[in-house]
């Protein structure tokens, strides 16, 4: 079965930091863009981070420049999304996404409307005191 599996969320204090997995199952990630959502209570879901197919282009919401990053590593087949300095409104169900080889710029693949070939259940990130 194809489908993304991912982990790391958790209860984290302010001011503190987690790291989000992405994991592919039945399918390789190398040829795909890849993206980080997330949907904070009561609220629509809004993009986090995005790398584009080749991984020349990546895209962070004005939220996450500077406290998060996305990375990939080939050989476990796995994304993810380093997340520092966590405060109380980044709360949400974090979900990644994935598409094979399309030519969207990372931006245009942070868009909530973007249509991705496979999205994950979810992990729910809790940043409170």
């Known amino acids: 079965q194809l489908q993304l599996v991912e982990s790391g969320g958790g209860l984290v204090q302010p001011g503190g930091s987690l790291r989000l997995s992405c994991a592919g199952s039945?399918?390789?990630?190398?040829?795909?863009?890849v993206g980080w959502f997330r949907q904070p209570p009561g609220k629509e879901r809004e993009g986090v981070a995005c790398?584009?197919?080749?991984?020349?282009?990546?895209f962070y919401a004005d939220f996450a420049k500077g406290r998060f990053t996305i990375s990939r590593d080939h050989r476990t087949n796995t994304v993810y999304l380093q997340m520092n300095n966590l405060q109380p409104e980044d709360t949400a169900v974090y979900y990644c996404?994935?598409?094979?080889?399309?030519?969207?710029?990372?931006?245009?693949?942070?868009?909530?409307?973007?249509?991705?070939?496979?999205w994950g259940r979810g992990t729910q990130v809790t940043v409170s005191s």
């Open positions: 996404a994935s598409a094979l080889l399309v030519i969207a710029s990372a931006q245009a693949l942070c868009r909530p409307t973007y249509e991705y070939d496979y």
């Open positions: 790398r584009s197919s080749t991984g020349s282009d990546t």
């Open positions: 039945g399918f390789t990630l190398e040829h795909y863009a």
